[in-house]
């Protein structure tokens, strides 16, 4: 079975300043890597994903993340937050070898004081 | 907008009764998701769909029954609500060619039972 920890429920940070949100994932096969994003009240929206290739992904809204296979994480950054960027951000996982289905971690969010 | 619609956006009722969520995926996908956000459980997948056929289960109750239909659009039958069912219902769908395809989800359905 595969399972997704976002150990930090909440991420307080100050405008302009970085920002890491941390994944790890837990699986006895191997996984793609997906990034959501939940504003109040709307849908969740693809921020950015890794197939395979450059461990390094850039997504929309200058945030990247890198896939570290040694540590089964895929940490999201962003090196200058907007408060606008303040949302709930999910991590998941999609094994290879069974069905097409997300297997989402309990969600961060990301709160950007002024 | 992710092109993917969801009605009705926000459904109240009593328990032991039975509602109907509507979703209609993006034009040209075959494969339509379910997922239910609620605050104990996350988000977790409920059920899949291919062009009409039922491809994966994952945790839905047995009081939950859904299709897609032969337009692709899908619709999740709730039946003997109970309080626990009030939860956030999304939809997602996507074109399924290959694993690791980007799931576009609605903007969900709030369902509150009293």
């Known amino acids: 079975a595969q399972s997704v920890t976002q150990l930090d429920s909440q991420v307080p940070v100050f405008e302009e300043a970085p920002v890491e949100l941390r994944c790890n994932y837990s699986?006895?096969?191997?996984?793609?890597l997906f990034w959501y994003v939940q504003y109040p009240n709307q849908g969740l929206q693809l921020l950015l994903k890794?197939?395979?290739?450059?461990?390094l992904v850039k997504g929309i809204n200058g945030f990247e993340a890198e896939f570290n296979k040694s540590q089964t994480s895929f940490h999201l950054r962003k090196p200058s937050v907007h408060i606008s960027d303040t949302a709930e951000y999910f991590c998941?996982?999609?094994?290879?070898?069974?069905?097409?289905?997300?297997?989402f971690g309990s969600g961060t969010r990301l709160l950007v004081r002024p | 907008d992710s092109g993917v619609t969801q009605t009705p956006k926000h459904l109240i009722t009593a328990t032991g009764q039975r509602v109907t969520l509507r979703c209609s995926p993006r034009?040209?996908?075959?494969?339509v998701y379910w997922y239910q956000q609620s605050l104990d459980q996350g988000l977790q997948f409920l059920i899949q769909?291919?062009?009409?056929?039922?491809?994966a289960k994952g945790n839905i109750l047995e009081r939950f029954s859904a299709q897609q239909f032969p337009d692709l659009h899908s619709e999740l039958n709730l039946s003997s609500l109970e309080l626990g069912d009030s939860a956030l219902y999304f939809c997602?769908?996507?074109?399924?060619?290959?694993?690791?395809?980007?799931?576009?989800f609605g903007p969900g359905t709030r369902l509150l039972v009293l």
């Open positions: 699986s006895s096969v191997s996984v793609y």
């Open positions: 890794y197939l395979s290739g450059s461990t």
């Open positions: 997602a769908s996507s074109k399924e060619r290959e694993r690791g395809e980007t799931q576009y």
């Open positions: 998941a996982v999609i094994p290879m070898d069974s069905s097409y289905k997300l297997i």
């Open positions: 769909y291919y062009n009409g056929e039922e491809r």
């Open positions: 034009s040209g996908d075959l494969s």
